[in-house]
């Protein structure tokens, strides 16, 4: 089964930063767009970046602009969100997935293989 392995997340103050790491199995993200999404206790998964085939293409949620950057590289078949001046509010489990076509970006219908997630704790 394809899925992505990630890793990076855990307990955090606020305005500390994490960067998150997500690395597929069984497949190759050369031809992807990649995206994280975001669900909080209570609430709907939500996008909080994106990253189109090539590295010229990125977005990013109102939320996340200025604090967050998303990048790939694939020689090490890998995606990366590094996620700065974090608040309470991004508290939540983050997810990577991967979509052929994915648009709108920040659309789950959009995205084929998903990792199981990776709880992300911003308290004092």
């Known amino acids: 089964q394809l899925h992505f392995v990630e890793s990076g997340g855990g307990l955090v103050q606020p305005g500390g930063s994490l960067r998150l790491s997500c690395t597929p199995s069984g497949f190759n993200i050369d031809y992807y767009a990649i995206a994280w999404f975001r669900q909080a206790p209570g609430k709907e998964r939500e996008g909080v970046s994106g990253i189109g085939f090539s590295d010229a293409i990125t977005n990013y949620a109102d939320s996340g602009k200025g604090r967050f950057s998303i990048s790939r590289d694939n020689a090490k078949n890998t995606v990366y969100l590094q996620m700065n001046s974090l608040n309470v509010e991004d508290t939540g489990v983050y997810f990577c997935?991967?979509?052929?076509?994915?648009?709108?970006?920040?659309?789950?219908?959009?995205?084929?293989?998903w990792g199981q997630g990776n709880q992300v704790n911003v308290s004092s």
């Open positions: 997935a991967a979509g052929y076509a994915a648009d709108p970006w920040d659309v789950t219908a959009e995205y084929d293989y």
